[in-house]
C-alpha cells in the first residue's frame, strides 16, 4: 500500500541560512495575507449590498461574490514580485505554495468543513513555510538535505527517509529550534495478521485499559514539569517584554513546553504502534472531548492525555498496517454492562464504583469489564456491517 508518510528532523542550519529560512518564512505569511486580503475585499461587497437590503435602499441582494481562484492567484504572485523586489530574494515555490495553502483553506470554507481563513501573524508561536520538490530541489545526501536556495542544509538523520518526496516543510519552534517534515509516497507493508481483538477504555488514573487487562500507565507529563514552568513563567513575568534577559528567559519556558510535547508524542506513537501490531480489531468509544473539557475539576488531566490525538493515531496506523479500528457509540454503557450475562448496574456510573460484583456473581474491574464490552460490541458492529468502522 502506497501512502503519504512524513519524516520529521531536527535541522541545523548555518547563521545565513537561518536568515534565509526567517525571510522566507516572513515573505510567505506577506503573499498568504495579501491574497487572503483581495478576497475578503471582494467578499465585503455581498455584506455592503445585504445592508442596504435591509435599510429598504435596494430589494434584493443579487451580488454573488467571486471565490477564490487557486490557478489565477498563483499566476498573480510573479507580478507581485515586480512591486514587491524582496520577494526576489526567497524560494519562488514556497510563495507558491502559500497561496495553495490558501485556496485549500478556501476550499474547505466554502464546504463549510471550516470556519473562513485567518490573517496570519509574525506573533504567532510556531512559524513555517513549505517548498514542493521539483526536478530534485530536495534530496537528501548522507548527514545533508538540499533544499532550495539554502543548498545544503546538516539534519540529525534518525531513520532514512523512503520513497519518493513530495515535498518539505519547515518550521521555527518557540524554543529557536529549526525542523523540517519531509512528505514521500512510501510503501507500507501490512502487518501480520494476530487473530486477535481487542477493547480500549481510555481513562485518567490509567491511559488506557485493554480488554485482556493490559494498562498502559498515565505518565502525566505536563503534571510532572508544571511546577518548574510556573517558576519558569513567573520570572518571564518580572522581565521587561522585549528586552535581551526576557527573550532568554521565553526561550526556557518554550522549551519546557516543547519537553512536555516531546514526551507525550513519544508515548502516543509507541502505545498506539503497540496496540496496532498485537490486535487485528480494535473497539475505542467515541468520546466527545469538548464537552468533557467543561468539567473545570479534570479540564488539565484531559488535555494533559490527548486522547483524541491518540484515537487519530490508532486510525490511521490502522489503516496503513491492514488492521481495523472500531467507533463504539457514546451512548453504549461499556462500564456499566456485566460482560458476563449482560446486565446493568447503573451504580457503577452513579456512585463511581471502581469495581463491584453482579448479581450473576461475576467479579469486575470497571476498566477492564468495559474493555471487553468495547471488544464485543466491536466485533457485533462488524458483523452486522454497521457504519463507524475506520
Not at 54 to 67: D, I, V, Y
Not at 155 to 166: C, D, L, P, Q, Y
Not at 241 to 265: C, F, P
Not at 277 to 291: A, F, M, V
Request: overall charge positive; proline content about 2%.
Amino acid at each position: 500500500m502506497v501512502v503519504k508518510k512524513s519524516f520529521r528532523f531536527r535541522i541545523f542550519p548555518t547563521k545565513k541560512q537561518a536568515e534565509l529560512i526567517n525571510k522566507t518564512i516572513g515573505c510567505s505569511r506577506f503573499v498568504f495575507n495579501f491574497f487572503l486580503n483581495k478576497q475578503k475585499q471582494k467578499d465585503s461587497y455581498w455584506y455592503v449590498v445585504e445592508e442596504m437590503v435591509q435599510n429598504g435602499q435596494l430589494s434584493a441582494n443579487h451580488w454573488k461574490g467571486e471565490f477564490f481562484n487557486r490557478y489565477e492567484s498563483v499566476k498573480a504572485v510573479r507580478q507581485l514580485k515586480e512591486h514587491y523586489p524582496f520577494l526576489k530574494e526567497v524560494d519562488s515555490i514556497s510563495l507558491q505554495k502559500s497561496v495553495e495553502n490558501l485556496a485549500d483553506a478556501y476550499q474547505r470554507y466554502y464546504k463549510k468543513q471550516n470556519k473562513a481563513p485567518k490573517f496570519k501573524s509574525k506573533k504567532n508561536k510556531v512559524q513555517t513555510y513549505a517548498t514542493k520538490q521539483t526536478n530534485g530541489n530536495i534530496a537528501i545526501l548522507d548527514n545533508h538535505i538540499k533544499l532550495p536556495k539554502l543548498g545544503l542544509v546538516r539534519f540529525a538523520k534518525s531513520r532514512e527517509v523512503t520513497g519518493r518526496i513530495v515535498n518539505a516543510t519547515i518550521r521555527r519552534n518557540p524554543s529557536g529550534k529549526y525542523f523540517i517534515s519531509v512528505l514521500a509516497e512510501t510503501e507500507v507493508v501490512e502487518l501480520p495478521k494476530t487473530n486477535s481483538s481487542t477493547g480500549v477504555d481510555l481513562g485518567l488514573t490509567h491511559f488506557a485499559i485493554l480488554s485482556d487487562g493490559t494498562k498502559y500507565k498515565n505518565n502525566c507529563y505536563f503534571k510532572v514539569l508544571e511546577q518548574r514552568l510556573v517558576k519558569a513563567q513567573q520570572v518571564l513575568s518580572r522581565r521587561i517584554t522585549g528586552s535581551n534577559n526576557w527573550n532568554k528567559q521565553r526561550m526556557k519556558v518554550a522549551r519546557i513546553h516543547e519537553k512536555i510535547e516531546n514526551k507525550r508524542s513519544d508515548f502516543l506513537h509507541k502505545t498506539s504502534t503497540d496496540i496496532i501490531k498485537n490486535h487485528d480489531i480494535i473497539g475505542i468509544e467515541s468520546l466527545q472531548i469538548t464537552n468533557l473539557m467543561k468539567n473545570k475539576k479534570n479540564a488539565k488531566s484531559i488535555a494533559d492525555v490527548s486522547w483524541y490525538r491518540f484515537k487519530t493515531m490508532l486510525v490511521y496506523k490502522a489503516e496503513w498496517y491492514g488492521k481495523t479500528v472500531v467507533e463504539v457509540s457514546k451512548t453504549f454503557p461499556s462500564s456499566q454492562l456485566c460482560s458476563s450475562c449482560g446486565s446493568k448496574n447503573k451504580a457503577v456510573k452513579d456512585q463511581g464504583l471502581r469495581e463491584w460484583t453482579c448479581v450473576c456473581g461475576a467479579y469486575h474491574d470497571r476498566d477492564i469489564n468495559a474493555g471487553i464490552n468495547l471488544k464485543n460490541e466491536a466485533n457485533r458492529l462488524l458483523t452486522v456491517g454497521a457504519t463507524g468502522v475506520a
